[in-house]
């Protein structure tokens, strides 16, 4: 969602009156001039406030760029602009969290009703007991989830929900007559930001390409099957 934000250009005015102030996301449009500061000149230091629109939830920076010109010049004259430049760095509150069962004797399930809301405020899926001292479960979260049954811990794991990654998940049975019950692949959605649990089933193997947040996809097994998620890059 955009939001206003403000720019405050700081300069050197060698000539006193009125300046106008320019500027444009960088490399889109024309400039906009409707800012006009008036400066003392002399060599004083001089400064103005651009109004802008950003959305801080995004992952992509956005570029401003413009320029600082006596009025006593035309409006769009190349004579005596002084350009600028400043990028708005977005700092979303939806970061990537880490899920680990940090006890020897392993961990229960955790359901659903415990384990809230995703980013976007739709209701995550009951996880399985994750493997004790393993690897844990990163999710997309707002903030620590309270309350998860002993043994679990959750901190953030420095990664940000912003990019996406293409995986191939790997699934077989370990015996002819074994089945791949109890084996759920959980992977956070590159657009949504939600939680999937896709669980599996029957006695065939399946491999499965899928498009996830980076980092975000693991695989709890049942007692008969075996699995692995390859990074194959990009999506």
């Not at 809230?116 to 996880?127: H, Q």
């Not at 620590?144 to 049975?173: D, F, Q, R």
């Not at 930001?193 to 709890?220: M, R």
Request: aromatic letters at 6%; hydrophobic letters at 35%; a negative charge.
């Amino acid at each position: 969602m955009l939001t206003p934000a403000t720019i405050t250009v700081t300069f050197t005015a060698n000539y006193a009156g009125p300046h106008r102030i320019c500027w444009r996301q960088c490399g889109v449009g024309a400039y906009i001039c409707t800012n006009i500061v008036d400066c003392v000149g002399g060599g004083n230091v001089c400064s103005a406030t651009v109004s802008i629109m950003v959305d801080p939830e995004s992952c992509t920076p956005v570029c401003f760029e413009g320029y600082i010109q006596a009025t006593c010049n035309p409006e769009g004259s190349p004579v005596d602009q002084v350009f600028w430049t400043s990028t708005f760095t977005p700092t979303p509150s939806c970061v990537q969290y880490n899920i680990s069962c940090a006890s020897d004797i392993g961990c229960p399930p955790i359901p659903a009703v415990t384990m809230g809301l995703n980013c976007n405020g739709t209701a995550r899926p009951d996880v399985l007991p994750l493997p004790p001292q393993g690897a844990g479960l990163n999710i997309c979260a707002q903030a620590v989830i309270p309350n998860l049954p002993a043994g679990y811990v959750m901190t953030k794991n420095g990664e940000l929900c912003c990019s996406c990654s293409a995986y191939t998940v790997s699934l077989t049975v370990v015996c002819p007559t074994c089945v791949l019950d109890g084996t759920v692949v959980y992977h956070t959605d590159c657009n949504t930001k939600e939680l999937i649990a896709t669980p599996y089933s029957g006695n065939q193997s399946f491999l499965v390409d899928l498009c996830a947040i980076t980092g975000t996809v693991q695989i709890v097994l049942g007692p008969e099957a075996t699995g692995s998620a390859v990074l194959n890059g990009p999506c």
